[in-house]
């Protein structure tokens, strides 16, 4: 079964460092999604993409924060300067269509990134 | 606006019992609704979805839910739970069809299954 994938799976930076969190989405897949968790708390929405530009974003996600596709497979989030808020377990996900559909309302997760920020 | 509302942060059942976990919506246009189990140290997968058809849901590992207008419910149940069944289960709510495809999540509900 097709899965989301999510590089590395932990991830330990200083703060103000620069950090990039990969994901492979589903293929075939066209909107791509970025949502954190900070330990104790909801699971909260940051970002969503489509046909490469933001479709939506949070008020968490402010301009330290940016997205990319830079090739066919690959979904990366970054973070400029990290803080100590920063520090989460950062999901990916993605959603339709899929082939023979037009579904989009499923978003299939990945296993997460834990971020920790010194 | 979407937002849900998970009651109780925690429950516990024994293994064989009827588990039921309440998920609460608020949104001002009609939903899609979702629920999602996190096992431990592993990513959101999902157990089922409303999306305005059948209210009845059924979803993976006999879990099933219903969708109640009238109180803006979508409960998780499953009659005989499992020590399997163990994990955090979150309910998500998102605008329906050309609603806002973000996921709003509740706080999540953890359950425990005692042997």
């Known amino acids: 079964e097709p899965e989301v994938t999510q590089t590395p799976s932990h991830q330990v930076t200083q703060m103000g460092q620069e950090v990039i969190l990969r994901c492979v989405p589903i293929s075939n897949h066209l909107y791509f999604y970025w949502y954190r968790q900070i330990l104790g708390q909801k699971v909260e929405f940051l970002v969503s993409f489509y046909n490469n530009e933001i479709s939506e974003k949070s008020e968490i996600f402010d301009d330290q924060f940016s997205v990319e596709r830079p090739d066919g497979s690959n979904f990366t989030l970054k973070i400029r300067s990290t803080k100590l808020e920063d520090s989460a377990m950062y999901f990916c996900?993605?959603?339709?269509?899929?082939?023979?559909?037009?579904?989009?309302?499923?978003?299939?997760f990945g296993p997460g990134t834990r971020l920790t920020v010194l | 606006a979407q937002s849900v509302t998970q009651l109780g942060s925690h429950v516990s059942v024994s293994e064989g019992a009827l588990v039921l976990l309440r998920c609460n919506y608020s949104s001002s246009v009609p939903p899609y609704l979702f629920w999602y189990v996190q096992y431990p140290n592993q990513g959101l997968q999902l157990l089922l979805k409303?999306?305005?058809?059948?209210?009845l849901v059924k979803g993976i590992n006999g879990f099933e839910a219903e969708f109640k207008k009238s109180e803006t419910s979508f409960h998780l149940t499953k009659p005989s739970a499992h020590m399997s069944d163990a994990a955090e289960y979150f309910c998500?709510?998102?605008?329906?069809?050309?609603?806002?495809?973000?996921?709003?999540f509740g706080k999540g509900t953890k359950l425990t299954v005692n042997p």
């Open positions: 998500a709510v998102r605008g329906g069809s050309g609603g806002s495809e973000k996921l709003v």
């Open positions: 996900a993605s959603s339709g269509p899929i082939s023979g559909t037009s579904s989009t309302d499923t978003q299939y």
């Open positions: 409303y999306t305005s058809a059948a209210t």
